[in-house]
């Protein structure tokens, strides 16, 4: 087992030895997995346990200039149970909520002088996304989260985002075909979300829209994995 372990460590060692930038006309993918337990699904704020990835394009135009393109999926499904515990009979009411968000972004990235495993950047992007947020709830009360007999009711709202900044960021490079990648930045994002509606026991409500504004500062804490496609020239 010893021999494996050290066998395997040799065979990593050298090739992160010889790991080596991407250069003109080189195509990069990567996967960028959430690491927090919270994250943003638009429009409807923070949601538990993002975990599809974002998947980014980079065609290196030169050694020090690349253009990307991303394609983000955030999906998520949650039940709430609450039980009737003020008379006791046993009774179980359940909401259930599904967040669903899908966006596309475009950017230019300068690449900075590192060597030949480490590759700092700074660019310029934006990205636009649609979103869309349903719930239904039997038996339950959704300001409360609390168990309520015979209240039933479900909700739907929508919306898109349009958002743009500046990012810098950094990638290293293990082999010559995976790296490891972080980033930071700031943004303009404004939203418009529609007219929602909701409906309880019966009577509906519109739930108005509008539109939000904001600058964001951020900082990704997220894994990124990469791969080049022409790694072997």
Known sequence: MKKLILTFVSILFI?????????????ITEFQ??????????????????????????????????IRADVNVAIQSTEVNAIDDLFGSGNIG????????????VGVEKH???????????GVG???ALGTATSEYTDFDPTTNRFLDGN??????????????????????VTSSFYLGAQVGAQYVATNSKDGFSIENGVEEVNKGGTNRAINFYAIPNFRVGYNFNWQR
């Open 112 to 122: 900075l002088v590192g060597n030949n495993k480490f590759s700092p950047f700074v």
């Open 126 to 128: 934006g990205s636009f």
């Open 15 to 27: 090739f992160s030895a010889l790991a080596q930038k991407p250069e003109k006309a080189d195509l």
């Open 152 to 173: 039933t009711g479900s909700t739907e709202n929508k919306g898109v985002t349009f958002s743009g900044g500046f990012f810098a960021g950094a990638d290293y490079w």
């Open 33 to 66: 997995m959430n690491l927090r337990n919270n994250g943003f699904f638009f429009p409807v704020g923070p949601a538990e346990n993002l975990i599809l990835p974002t998947l980014r394009f980079r065609y290196f135009l030169q050694d020090d200039l690349a």
């Open 94 to 105: 359940s909401r259930t909520q599904n967040m669903n968000t899908t966006g596309l972004g």
